[in-house]
């Protein structure tokens, strides 16, 4: 397993649509281990392909429930509405608030290459739209409602 460099805003990568994984190879399954490595190291909730320099539609999420792994995923349904602060991991250090469906439900492939279906509301819901949007070249930043924001970090205390 290994930690791969994020893409960062700016990068060409990030604006270009991603495409269909047709089957499961030794390279895909490697690609979705280390996506996940890669999210916990940078204490994400969700990451996709493109963000590691690849553009298949591949996508890790992982809201506190344990991780989520979807290929080829689709929003079948969405409805209701949140609004509410979201971040990036490709936009470092900045946040913006983002309006998204408080309701979703979506179609994938899980790793045997199986559909299935899964639905979601509140932050996994809004982590389905996030993620998706990067499969279609697409940055939350140009959802964002009232500009970037600076992180403020917490001072740790050791």
Known sequence: MAIREVREI???????????VTKMTLRTKILI?????????KMGVGLAAPQVG?????VVIDVGEGPIVLI???ILEAS??????????????????VTRPNHVKIRALNEDMEEFELEGEGLLA????HEIDHLNGELYVDRVEDGLHDVQ???DEE
């Not at 690849?54 to 591949?58: A, D, E, F, R, Y």
């Not at 809004?126 to 739209?129: G, K, N």
């Open 126 to 129: 809004r982590a389905f739209c």
């Open 33 to 41: 281990n280390d996506m996940l490595d890669t999210l916990y190291e």
């Open 72 to 74: 080829n995923p689709e």
């Open 10 to 20: 700016g990068d060409e990568i990030l604006t270009k649509k991603s495409k269909e």
């Open 153 to 155: 970090y917490e001072e």
């Open 80 to 97: 209701g509405e949140q609004t509410g602060e979201e971040g990036c991991l490709s936009v470092p250090g900045k946040w913006g608030i």
């Open 54 to 58: 690849v553009l298949k539609k591949i």
